[in-house]
């Protein structure tokens, strides 16, 4: 077993991960990173590409992703590297009455806090987006919504890192996190002994395997999402789209009941159009413990959700289906904190929020690292703290 030193190191090769390394390499540091697999093989690998801003709440998750937006115009140009990003826009589509106020509220409130969305009706969002089935009635819409490569985006970060002097060591799994004297000292994996002061654990859904190791409970479990890829077809999907159902699972699920599978399983769209013309079309959100096989009676469900937008869906072939795992918490808010252990962060919990906070969650650990404190947003929502009994703060 071969001794390593490093200024830091960091758990998980995914969008988070990655970008934390990179962000404390700009920042002088000489980080390693550690991933039980490769690049991307939880849920940055499963995912779809959107960095949809209207589609977060209003509060601290849109602020950090309107930071995030920002971040992310000039990121290819820093990190010297293709990531895919293109900004195409946003529709969040309405084919209910019931939505209609539900989502007028949930832009009111992101417009309150600097977006600029409209609301469409039903012929500006026919025109806006041509293809659309009768019944979708109205529409919000964000010019700022983009998009960008999760595979590049991970490269990219990596890249950049490495030309700062940093280290990847893929197929290295933590076996062991020491410490003495309540300070981390040391991180061994199954090829290396690595010394170092500082881990930031960004291990997504493994999160709490990690925590263990220094008796640390992080509340992050798995919800499993399906995503759906198509053959090439001419260019006919013009922004990243959601539906208004997909806005209301997450934020406000009781309003969806539970009479059906498709209610269950959280049912809604998402969609997109990849450069080469493939349609990547999800999207569900479904508790299914740490399985990720797909099943026929969820992407069933996906495309008779997609279909019911698109009816000309109903003519274009299906080429692959895959399902992959976003690291949640109890509240869906993430957890991005420093712990009780002196020089052990965490970083996960984004759930379906990882490609597009990354670039703002990689400078704000990179910040908290380094200097103890955040100043770019204000990290206290954040804390492991917050899920602590009433009776463990007497």
Known sequence: MSRIFADAVVIGGGVIGTAIMYYLSKSGMK???VEEKNLNAG???????????????????????????????NLPKELEYDIGYRNVGGMILINEEKYVPVIKNFVEKQNDQGLNISMLDYSATHNNQPGLAKNVIASAYNKDDCSVY??????????AAQKLGSKFLPHNKVIKISTEQGKITKVITNEHEIFTPIVINSAGYSADIIGKMLEIEIPVFPVKGHLIITEQIPFVINHQIMDAKFIVAKHQPQLLGQDSIASKLHIGLTLSQAPTGNLIIGGCRENAGYDTNTTFTTVRNILKNAVDFFPFFNNISVIRTFAGLRPTTPDSL??????????FYVATGLGGDGVSLSPIVGKMMSELVMTGTCDIVDMRQLSLDRFKSPSSHQ
Do not use: H, R, W
Request: charged content about 15%; proline content about 6%; hydrophobic content about 35%.
């Open 31 to 33: 980080p390693v990173l």
């Open 334 to 343: 993430p957890i991005l904190c420093s712990t009780k252990v002196s020089g």
């Open 150 to 159: 999760p595979f590049k985006l991970t490269l990219g970060y990596i890249q």
């Open 43 to 73: 849920a940055s690998g499963s995912c779809d590409e959107g960095i949809i801003l209207q589609s977060k709440n209003s509060g601290i998750m849109l602020n950090m992703v309107t930071k995030s937006a920002d971040l992310y115009k």
